[in-house]
């Protein structure tokens, strides 16, 4: 896939559909590997969520299977955090416009709040997932 990318899009894709890989669909097309392994600790993690929601806490299998959840979130922030902080002339020379009128024009303030926001989830769920994996493997 060639043409023009958006860093704002690709940041903030990142960050609302990181989890499904919709950031690398955009990029680099649906068949983009990497954007395909995305979805598959993100539903293992909501598969231990909803067991555990089902079946309370003392579910071994619902431990096992959250942290993938946590750890998917903090690769999508991470990919958002990347691409937000990646120097416009970068940008350009990966995803180069057609003709000067498709040019993008220099990188506003919009990707650099995506990777703010980006910071903040993405180290709450980190954090959230190595506490939660570590109370259960010390219990």
Do not use: C, N
């Not at 097309?29 to 067991?51: E, I, M, S």
């Not at 993938?68 to 902080?85: D, N, P, R, T």
């Amino acid at each position: 896939m060639s043409g023009a990318r958006s860093k704002t899009a690709a940041t903030w894709l990142a960050i609302v559909g990181g989890v499904l890989g919709l950031h690398r669909f955009y990029l680099h097309g649906l068949r983009d590997p990497a954007g395909w392994l995305f979805p598959l600790p993100t539903l293992v993690g909501w598969v231990g969520v909803q067991r555990m929601q089902s079946l309370g806490q003392d579910d071994m299998l619902s431990w096992l299977l959250i942290p993938f959840g946590g750890l998917a979130v903090s690769a999508a922030m991470l990919s958002a955090i990347l691409i937000g902080l990646t120097p416009d002339d970068k940008w350009a020379a990966r995803y180069p416009a057609g003709d000067a009128a498709e040019a993008p024009a220099t990188t506003a303030w919009a990707p650099i709040f995506g990777v703010v926001l980006a910071l903040l989830i993405g180290g709450a769920a980190l954090m959230g997932t190595i506490a939660f994996g570590g109370q259960k493997y010390f219990e």
